[in-house]
């Protein structure tokens, strides 16, 4: 997989990652789980880490019979959940299922309430998904092509709804805005649905949110989508090419998905959750439900996971530094 491949290249050059000096004993992991488990979700309803958090779930319970119990904390980016678990005891019960939001607030912020290295265990990678440029037909434009040529030739002619001032898809916009030398004024939507919303409508010209939640208006013809953000094409848009393939190189960029714990998880339990979160993600059933909400399932391991919140933080924070996104 393609994505696999950049992935660990980009992984290849982080610094290693230290294992924790001290984990629960051995003894704590024995016969886990024998009670219900949270996975909390740090933020609302409906979105691809809850869709995730419920479908890993809803495997999981016959296969540990026990409760998982799916708890959605949102507020303050993710952080409101996301110390919750950073507060948990370590003994696996108590499990976090965020996404790179975490790193893009941390770009723009330049710190979170907690370290993601040192506050929590990095358990694997989940799933993607792509985001994609979307504009309304009266822009007049097909392709991100026509688009900078259009941009360039009338500098304030277009604006551009995304998910938030410092979500992932603020962060490939404003990239792509450094890359090919265009102006677009930023409109800051709180979640995605609303700019989806007024691009159809025609309040905006553009909107760059998660790929799946454009798709449906492409196949009616509602939307141009213009460009994915990932080397692959997505396959609810497959006759919609990437933005590498128009020439924007390097570009591979997405929306990730980790499972993770407090901080000092036991390796024992960390390897049992794995291994069955495995077993689920291989469901025809699950992969396919996941498909339909626009998550490509990605198994990557607590390694990659840790390697990657580390690449991804330093180009966050450079690139918000480079296009001058600050926080609200």
């Known amino acids: 997989m393609l994505f696999k491949n950049k992935l660990l290249a980009l992984a290849a050059t982080a610094l290693c990652v230290a294992a924790p000096a001290i984990h629960l004993t051995s003894a704590h992991a024995q016969g886990f789980p024998n009670k219900a488990v949270r996975i909390v979700v740090p933020y609302a309803t409906g979105g691809g880490s809850d869709i995730l958090a419920r479908q890993i779930g809803a495997g999981l319970q016959p296969l540990w019979g026990q409760g998982v119990v799916v708890d959605n904390k949102a ?5 409101i959940g996301s110390q919750e678990v950073v507060r948990a005891p370590a003994d696996g019960y108590t499990l976090l299922l965020q996404n790179s939001t975490m790193v893009t607030n941390l770009g723009v912020n330049g710190k979170l309430p907690y370290d993601p290295d040192k506050d929590l265990t990095p358990i694997m990678l989940l799933g993607i998904t792509p985001i994609a440029l979307a504009a309304h037909p009266s822009a007049k434009v097909n392709n991100v092509r026509e688009l900078i ?9 277009f604006n551009y709804g995304s998910c938030g001032i410092g979500t992932p898809q603020h962060f490939v916009m404003e990239l792509l805005k450094l890359e090919t030398g265009t102006a677009a004024a930023h409109v800051g939507y ?57 020439g924007i190189k390097p570009f591979d960029f997405s929306i990730w998905y980790a499972l993770m714990g407090p901080a000092r998880m ?11 979160v495995r077993k689920v993600l291989a469901d025809a059933r699950v992969q396919e439900n996941l498909s339909t909400a626009g998550v ?11 390697k990657l919140i ?19």
């Open 190 to 246: 709180k979640g995605c649905a609303p700019a989806v919303t007024d691009v159809l409508g025609g309040q905006i010209q553009l909107a760059i949110v998660s790929a799946n939640l454009v798709a449906p208006y492409a196949k009616n013809g509602q939307l141009k989508v213009l460009g994915v953000s990932t080397a692959q094409r997505y396959a609810l848009l497959p006759n919609t090419p990437t933005f590498e393939e128009q």
């Open 75 to 79: 507020g303050a980016s993710g952080n």
């Open 296 to 306: 490509v399932p990605y198994q990557g391991t607590g390694e990659d996971l840790a």
């Open 149 to 157: 040529a259009a941009a360039k030739a009338r500098p304030d002619a």
């Open 266 to 276: 036991a390796p024992e339990v960390v390897a049992k959750i794995t291994s069955d």
């Open 310 to 328: 580390k690449v991804d933080a330093r180009r966050y924070t450079d690139l918000a530094k480079s296009a001058n996104i600050k926080a609200e």
